[in-house]
C-alpha cells in the first residue's frame, strides 16, 4: 500500500510540473510592439503547441520561422526553423528555468543560445533572444484579440471568402484538417485466391462507400518501397482520429 500510494503522488507531482512547465498561455496571435512582426500558436494536445512567425505586406502574411514547442520524456523542447537558412533544418533548444518565465537554451548553438518567453499578464508577453550574455534583442508582444482582429484592414486577409471556408467545412482562417492514412503491407499471407478477390472487392466496396459519404477524397498506390507501403487515404471531413481509425 506505501508503494502504490508513493507511485501515486510521483504521478501526481510529475503530472502538475509537467503542467506548469508548459507554456499554454502562448496560444492565440501576438504582434510585436510597434512592429508588423507576429507570432501564431496553436494547442495541437497536452503535449505540443505548434506556431509560425510572419510579417504582413500589402495585407499578405509572409512566413519567415516555423516553431514547435513540445513535451517528451519530461523534457520540453522548443525548435524553431528558419526558412533559408541551416538547410531547412530545425534548431531545438531545452527548457532551462520555468515560472512565469520560460528559458529554453542550446550552448551549442552559434547564435542564439538562449531564447525567453514571459507572460507580463493576458494580454503581453515578453519575448528575448541572445548569446545568454550581452548579445541580443528583446520586445514586447501584445495578443491580438479576434474582435481586433476582424476590424483591423491590416490583419484581415482581403482574399477571405466566409461563405466558401463555411461550405467546405475551413475555420476562420480559411483552412481545414485533413487525415493522411499509409496502408502498409500486412501479416497475412495467403494463397486462397477466392479471399484475395473478396476482399479486394470489399476494399473497392469501403473505398466507394467513403466517398460517396464524402470522406475520401484521394486513394491510391505506391510504388515498391523499403517500408512496405502499399497505398494511401486522404480522410475528409472526420473530427479525431478515433473517428479515422475507426474508418
Known sequence: MKYILTVSILFILELAFAQTRYPEFLQGTWKMENQEVYEHWDKLNESALKGFSYTLKDAQMLISEYLDITIAKNEVIYTATVLKQNSGKGVSFKLTKTDSTFIFENPKHYFPKKIVYQ????????????????????????????????????????????????????????????????LKTGSNNTTDKDLINSSFRGHMDNINRLVKEGKLIVAGPLSKNENSYRGIFILNNLKSVEEAKEL
Not at 528583446?138 to 491590416?154: L, N
Not at 482574399?159 to 487525415?179: C, E, I, R, T
Open 119 to 182: 507572460k507580463l499578464n493576458d494580454a503581453e508577453i515578453f519575448v528575448q533572444v541572445s548569446d545568454g550574455k550581452q548579445k541580443g534583442f528583446a520586445y514586447k508582444m501584445q495578443k491580438q484579440f479576434h474582435d481586433i482582429e476582424q476590424k483591423d484592414s491590416k490583419i484581415v486577409n482581403p482574399n477571405y471568402n466566409k461563405s466558401l471556408a463555411n461550405k467546405l467545412g475551413g475555420d476562420d482562417y480559411g483552412m481545414k484538417s485533413y487525415f493522411l492514412v499509409i
